[in-house]
């Protein structure tokens, strides 16, 4: 079947129904990326075009259908320790704040964990952490890796990695102390994936069966959303924060404009948000 190209009627009812399915908004003239991400789906389910393919996701009539579609319109890929500094001050700043606590465990959050690469780079930190003050977090550290892709998640969970992935942001040093070689691929230290507790989530969802959390990674994610949807996100991240946690968003992003329960901290490194109390 010849690749399609989706109309504007089509493309209208689509985006309502990724905002009604996932909360991400597509903004205008996307078409063409809805095409080239949709085509593949039309020719398996056996669907003769777009219009089609969104009268089966509003009946239901295809199981899975709709996970598939708003996997294949999600934005998978991402580096080992992306932009550096939200790991370095977790490791230089966070982590000593936190290292006396000894009557539970220490939570942290990965709230769109893609491919896998935040919390195994989190997993990293932590370990090197531990290497170097041992005794430190005797409960130990529980990472909640979150996302709303399936597929997604089946990865992450093998963490198995090409060497073109290896190659996005990792050291050599990391490289040989954190991975084992199995063929052509590198797979993750086992001790790493064991920390990790990887689980199927939509953030407009209820986090309330997720914990409470003492760092929250919500990075490069709250750009796809509306502004209250933003704000309704944010609102519940704060409510699952231990008090004081802390909110690490991406590099340029900030909680001021859609949520009041945040304060900005200033530290030697740049600027950190923890929840208000």
Known sequence: MASQIIS???YDAFRAFLDEASGIVL?????YLVSSRLNRLLEENKLSGFSELIQTLQDGKIHGLKEKVVDA??????NWFRDAYPFDVL??????????IRDRPLRIWSSACSSGQEPYSISMIVQEYLMANPGT????VEIVATDISPTMLEFSRAGVYDESAIARGLSDERKK??????????EIWSELKKRIDFRHLNLKQSYVTLGKFDITFCRNVLIYFSSELKSDILDRMAQGLNSRGYLILGS?????????????????QGVLYRRGD
């Open 252 to 268: 340029s992003e900030t909680p001021n404009r859609y949520s009041t329960q945040f304060i900005m901290e200033r530290i030697s």
């Open 91 to 100: 490791k230089q700043h966070i982590l000593p704040e936190y290292s006396k």
């Open 137 to 140: 977090f005797p409960m130990g």
């Open 8 to 10: 504007k009627e089509e």
């Open 73 to 78: 319109m999600t934005t998978n890929e991402t």
């Open 27 to 31: 903004g205008d003239g996307k078409q």
């Open 177 to 186: 102390r954190f991975f084992k070689q199995v063929g052509n691929n590198w």
